[in-house]
Every structure is written in structure tokens, then in C-alpha cells.
């Protein structure tokens, strides 16, 4: 069975900074990634997804991630936080084109200190 | 382009009562259907989905059930009501293709029972 471990429940960073929100995933076969962002009291969004191809995969919002099969991971990253960016962020991973299932972790919060 | 429209936003219900939350997508045909519920500290847990009229799969075992009347509506319902139904319950679609099955959410409902 597929998972996905977001080792940090929360984390701050000041306005302006950059970010990395770390994502791990467990599957066998290659699997297919994504990242949602949700703000308090809304639906997800999507930010970006990765079937194949290139590993880094550019989102909106200047959001991108890296796929590396060797480390399990799909980190997301942005290089400069703004204060719309405060949310919780989810990685979720399928296991096909074809699968109705999709896992998700369980979230980072993120806050931006101004 | 595509929408998705789920409604009400929020509402409180009494233990006992019947729920019925209502989602419909635009923009698209045949697209799968899919309710997830959101609890606080427990990440997204699929509850449903449909990849056609009246046809429902169930994920989790609880006294929800889902209905597809219409191609593009799904609905969730509870005869039933109980304290731990209480949560944020998504409507989400996707239309499978050769670049996956890519979900997308709608703003959500928050149910609370009492």
C-alpha cells in the first residue's frame, strides 16, 4: 500500500525567506505526485503534479518540487515566502493514471512571520 | 473551464438528523466523482467515489452513503446523524487521462453535529 510521510506538522518562516516542505512517499513502482495547498476553511488546491518527464516540475504561485526517486521524496520549494502563502500544504501520491485512490500526508501548517 | 459548486458551506445539525450535501461539476462530462472527509489532525479520508451514474464505491465503512442521480451531480447524505460525522467533507472530480487522474477539489462543507 502507497503513503506519504510529511515529517513537519508546522513550520515558520519570515516573509521573504525561502521554504522547503519535505514530503516522503512509499510506493514500489514509480508513482504519480502531487502538492495541494488549502487556506483556513477552503478546499485544496492544486499547486503542481508529477507523472514523468523532467523531475522538477514547475507549479503556480512560483511553487516548484523535486521528484528523487533514490530519497523516496517530492519536496516542495519556493525561493521568496509572502505572507499569502500562510496555509496548509498537502503531498499526496496515486499509484497510476488509472487509480481513483489517492493518499495523502497529513500536512504542514505554514505561517509567515512579517 | 471546468467548476465545481458544493453546497451548503456550513451547517449545524442535530444527533439523529438527516444530512444531505449536494456537489455538482461544470464544464466537463463523465468526469469521477469523489467525497472525501477532512477531520481536524487526521488528513483526507476518502468516503466515496463514482465513475458513473449510480454507480458508487464505498471506501470507508459508516452510515454516509452517496447517490449519482445526474452525470455531473453527487450527493452525500445520512439518514443519521451522528457526533463523529462532525468534520469537513469535500466534493472533489477528475477526468482520468494519459497524463493521470489529476483531482481537483471544491471549497468544502462544514458539518457540525451536536
Known amino acids: 500500500a502507497q503513503s506519504v510521510t510529511q515529517p513537519d506538522i508546522h513550520i515558520t518562516v519570515s516573509e521573504g525567506a525561502s521554504l522547503e516542505l519535505r514530503c516522503n512517499y512509499s510506493?514500489?513502482?514509480?508513482?504519480?505526485l502531487f502538492w495541494y495547498v488549502q487556506s483556513p476553511g477552503q478546499g485544496l488546491q492544486l499547486l503542481l503534479k508529477y507523472f514523468s518527464g523532467d523531475t522538477l516540475v514547475q507549479g503556480i504561485k512560483g511553487f516548484e518540487a523535486e521528484f528523487k526517486r533514490s530519497q523516496s521524496s517530492f519536496n516542495l520549494r519556493k525561493p521568496s515566502v509572502h505572507w499569502s502563502d500562510a496555509a496548509e500544504y498537502f503531498c499526496?501520491?496515486?499509484?497510476?493514471?488509472?487509480?481513483?485512490?489517492?493518499?495523502f500526508g497529513k500536512g504542514t501548517k505554514l505561517s509567515v512571520i512579517p | 473551464s471546468q467548476t465545481i459548486h458544493q453546497w451548503p458551506a456550513t451547517l449545524v445539525q442535530p444527533v439523529g438528523s438527516p444530512l444531505s450535501l449536494e456537489c455538482t461539476v461544470e464544464g466537463t462530462s463523465n468526469p469521477n466523482l469523489y467525497w472525501y472527509r477532512q477531520a481536524a489532525g487526521r488528513g483526507l479520508q476518502l468516503l466515496f467515489y463514482s465513475v458513473g451514474i449510480g454507480q458508487i464505491s464505498s471506501e470507508v465503512p459508516q452510515n454516509l452513503s452517496a447517490s449519482r442521480p445526474q452525470d455531473r451531480q453527487f450527493i452525500l447524505s445520512s439518514k443519521k446523524l451522528l457526533l463523529s460525522d462532525s468534520g469537513f467533507y469535500l466534493c472533489?472530480?477528475?477526468?482520468?487521462?494519459?497524463?493521470?487522474?489529476?483531482?481537483?477539489f471544491g471549497e468544502g462543507s462544514w458539518l457540525t453535529v451536536v
Open positions: 510506493y514500489g513502482a514509480t508513482p504519480y
Open positions: 472533489a472530480w477528475s477526468v482520468p487521462g494519459p497524463s493521470g487522474n489529476t483531482i481537483y
Open positions: 499526496a501520491v496515486s499509484s497510476g493514471a488509472g487509480s481513483y485512490q489517492l493518499t
